[in-house]
């Protein structure tokens, strides 16, 4: 029975908040969601662990080489890239990586999301464009409503000034209801609620967001590009077009 | 004799030491028990019919086409050519699989313990290129426990290979359970 308590601490932490956020402004790659990890710039590949930052050489595809690893705070969340500059949320923190020439990643600030606490543990998804960074905090999980874990209960949308990225600074906060995965496109901004209905905000480069759509239904992971918008819920895929943000079109929705 | 005596004195001493040490009687009966593959075989890695939807994890969009993750089992490609209709086109299957991104022709995969390269020009036929070592060994990227399930179960045992799906058996003495 040794077990039962680290089991029971280990789910509780697994279940409660493995999940990520990002989206890539390079038009030539694919487009990630907010649950994934890995990310690829000119020759290297770039992995978050739970723990770590991991740098493969990928020069030579048959014969790709891990060239760096560096051990980060617990539970992290979210690897997002954008100009050369990587993003990385975990549940207390928001990191800011700069790349040098070798590939190997530098980092240039630590933000926690609560100065005066360490009991704040939330699903953090982290996106940036602009000098803008876009960060959701929720303590509500994809699966059910146990909360992400932590004792204060925080539903929020955040956005920091990065033109320091040694210092971000906190620029402003949206409450909603339990914030998941976010995605932008040019300066609309699209970010999905577990349990509410995703937001389509239109952001200035000052870090200031208006709420111009909203499409109903929760959702827990979003992919906008090209006009194109695909919203992913537990049970369903629902497509939208929205390049012409005054009339948002759906197009379809795929039961899973 | 001697040798009578020697074991009845190491059983004497067994039971004696495990009162001592007070272990904890494992617990028996129905659960569930993980099923391992090797990380190892790359022969697992190929493009197979389409698979229902059961516990989707990471999503990529690329181009006319996006994918969803099956959690620990593979990728679900979905043709999206005509967006009022994405299709579900193929399954690649990647036992291990939690994490991944697409590169061109390339994609880039875990399989719970490894980062492969899989080439995916084809995507009818995908083929398992490389894979760099060890790059996932927390317990994060691992299949360690039965998800949506209350009770007993075999601890999972890295050295045993990577956990790709859980089975109900009859455990015995299992020291591994969720409340």
């Known amino acids: 029975m040794k077990y039962i308590l680290s089991f029971f601490l280990l789910s509780f932490v697994l279940v409660s908040c493995t999940k990520v956020t990002e989206v890539d402004v390079n038009a030539d790659s694919a487009i990630s969601g907010k649950y994934n990890t890995i990310k690829v710039v000119g020759d290297f590949i770039y992995a978050v662990t739970d723990s770590e930052l991991v740098t493969i050489d990928k020069t030579d ?33 928001m990191y800011i990586f700069t790349l040098a020439s070798n590939g190997i990643p ?65 620029v402003n906060t949206v409450d909603l209801d339990s914030p998941q995965g976010l995605s932008i496109d040019g300066d609309i901004l699209f970010v999905t609620n577990l349990h509410g209905n995703t937001n389509v905000y239109d952001v200035n480069h000052n870090g200031g967001m208006n709420l111009v759509g909203v499409i109903p239904g929760g959702a827990h992971d979003v992919i906008a590009t090209d006009g194109k918008v695909l919203i992913v819920s537990k049970t369903e895929i629902k497509q939208y077009d929205y ?14 | 004799m001697h040798r009578l005596i020697l074991i009845a004195f190491s059983i004497f001493i067994c039971v004696g030491l495990t009162s001592c040490f007070d272990l904890p009687e494992g617990e028996s009966g129905l659960g569930m028990k993980p099923v391992y593959i090797s990380p190892d075989d790359f022969s697992v890695i190929y493009t197979r019919e389409p698979q229902p939807n059961v516990d989707q994890g990471s999503f990529v969009s690329d181009g006319d086409f996006f994918y969803i993750n099956e959690r620990f089992k593979g990728i679900h490609v979905y043709d999206n050519t005509d967006l009022n209709n994405p299709v579900k086109i193929h399954f690649w299957n990647i036992p291990g699989c939690s994490e991944f991104t697409l590169d061109g022709e390339l994609l880039y995969a875990d399989n719970s313990r490894h980062l492969l390269t899989i080439d995916i020009s084809d995507k009818a036929d995908i083929k398992y ?21 209350r009770g007993i179960f075999e601890c999972v045992d890295f050295e045993n290979g990577i956990v790709v799906d859980w089975e109900e058996a009859m455990l015995e003495n299992v020291d591994c359970i969720i409340y």
């Open chain 2, 129 to 149: 290129v490389s894979h760099v070592k060890d790059i996932y060994t927390g317990d994060q990227q691992n299949n360690n426990f039965p998800e949506d399930y």
């Open chain 1, 243 to 256: 390049s012409n943000i005054d009339n948002i079109i759906h197009y379809a929705t795929i039961k899973l």
């Open chain 1, 61 to 93: 595809n048959d014969n790709p080489k891990e060239i760096d690893r560096q051990e980060l705070g617990d539970r992290i969340e979210n690897l997002y890239e954008a100009e050369n500059v990587l993003f990385i949320g975990s549940e207390t923190d």
């Open chain 1, 106 to 170: 530098e980092m240039q600030s630590e933000t926690a999301h609560i100065s005066f606490s360490d009991e704040v543990e939330v699903c953090d998804p982290v996106i940036a464009k602009n000098d803008i960074a876009y960060v959701t905090l929720s303590s509500v999980q994809p699966d059910n409503s146990v909360p992400c874990g932590g004792i204060i209960e925080i539903n929020e949308l955040r956005t920091y000034n990065i033109a320091d990225l040694t210092s971000p600074k906190q």
